[in-house]
Antibody, heavy 120, light 107 residues
Framework: QVQLVQSGSELKKPGASVKISCKAS????????MNWVRQAPGQGLEWMGF????????TFAQGFTGRFVFSMDTSVSTAYLQINSLETEDTAIYYC?????????????WGQGTLVTVSS | DIQMTQSPSSLSASIGDRVTITCRAS??????LNWYQQKPGKAPKVLIY???SLQSGVPSRFSGSGSETDFTLTVSGLQPEDCATYYC?????????FGQGTKVEIK
C-alpha cells in the first residue's frame, strides 16, 4: 500500500539545522510531487511548498524561502526537508504529503509527521 | 493570497446529528476545494476533493458542496469516530491555503 514514513522527532538549539526525511513506498516515487506542511503547536495547517520529484524543482510558499530546502534521493524514494538557522518559532510538526490528481489535486497520503522542537 | 475562513471554529453535536461546516474563500476558486479530517495526534486525511468528490474509502455520510466562494462539508449522522478537526484547502492558486479548522466534539 502507498505509505509515507517520516524520520523521528528532533530537538535542536536555535541557529542549528535539521533535516527531516520522508520515505515513500508502494508507488513510483517520481510520478508524484511531494508537499511539505507545517503545523505549529495547537495551530492549523500551513502549506510550505512542494518538490517536483521528476525534475527536483522546488516550489516554495511565501514565508518559506531562504532557510528552507527541499531535496530528494530517487534511489531510495525519499524526500527531505532541511531547515537552516532554526528559530524557536520553527517548533512544529512537519508533514510530507503526496500530491495526487491532475487538474484537481489533493494531498494523499500524509506522513505521520515529525516533531521539531527548537529550544535553548 | 486567497484567505479561507471556516465557521464555526468549533461545535458540539450529538451522535446521529447532521453537522454542517462552512468554508468561505476570499475570491472565487471554482471547485478547487478539498476537505481534510485530522484526529488528535494523527496526520490529516483527505475526505473530499474537487468540492464534492468523495475520496475512496471515506464513509458516505460525508459530503461536500459549493463553488466559487462558498462551500460546505456535511456529516449526515455524526458518529463517535468523527470527533476531529476539519480543514478546507484551496488549490486554485499558489500559495495553496487552508482554513483555520473546525473542531467537532461529541456531546
Amino acid at each position: 500500500q502507498v505509505q509515507l514514513v517520516q524520520s523521528g522527532s528532533e530537538l535542536k538549539k536555535p541557529g542549528a539545522s535539521v533535516k527531516i526525511s520522508c520515505k515513500a513506498s508502494g508507488y513510483r516515487f517520481t510520478d508524484y510531487a511531494m508537499n511539505w506542511v507545517r503545523q505549529a503547536p495547537g495551530q492549523g495547517l500551513e502549506w510550505m511548498g512542494f518538490i517536483n520529484t521528476n525534475t527536483g524543482n522546488p516550489t516554495f510558499a511565501q514565508g518559506f524561502t531562504g532557510r528552507f530546502v527541499f531535496s530528494m534521493d530517487t534511489s531510495v524514494s525519499t524526500a527531505y526537508l532541511q531547515i537552516n538557522s532554526l528559530e524557536t518559532e520553527d517548533t512544529a510538526i512537519y508533514y510530507c504529503a503526496r500530491l495526487v490528481g491532475d487538474s484537481f489535486v489533493w494531498f494523499d497520503p500524509w506522513g505521520q509527521g515529525t516533531l521539531v522542537t527548537v529550544s535553548s | 493570497d486567497i484567505q479561507m475562513t471556516q465557521s464555526p471554529s468549533s461545535l458540539s453535536a450529538s451522535i446521529g446529528d447532521r453537522v454542517t461546516i462552512t468554508c468561505r474563500a476570499s475570491q472565487g476558486i471554482s471547485t478547487y476545494l478539498n476537505w481534510y479530517q485530522q484526529k488528535p495526534g494523527k496526520a490529516p486525511k483527505v475526505l473530499i476533493y474537487a468540492a464534492s468528490s468523495l475520496q475512496s474509502g471515506v464513509p458516505s455520510r460525508f459530503s461536500g458542496s459549493g463553488s466559487e466562494t462558498d462551500f460546505t462539508l456535511t456529516v449526515s449522522g455524526l458518529q463517535p469516530e468523527d470527533c476531529a478537526t476539519y480543514y478546507c484547502q484551496q488549490i486554485y492558486s499558489f500559495p495553496w491555503t487552508f482554513g483555520q479548522g473546525t473542531k467537532v466534539e461529541i456531546k
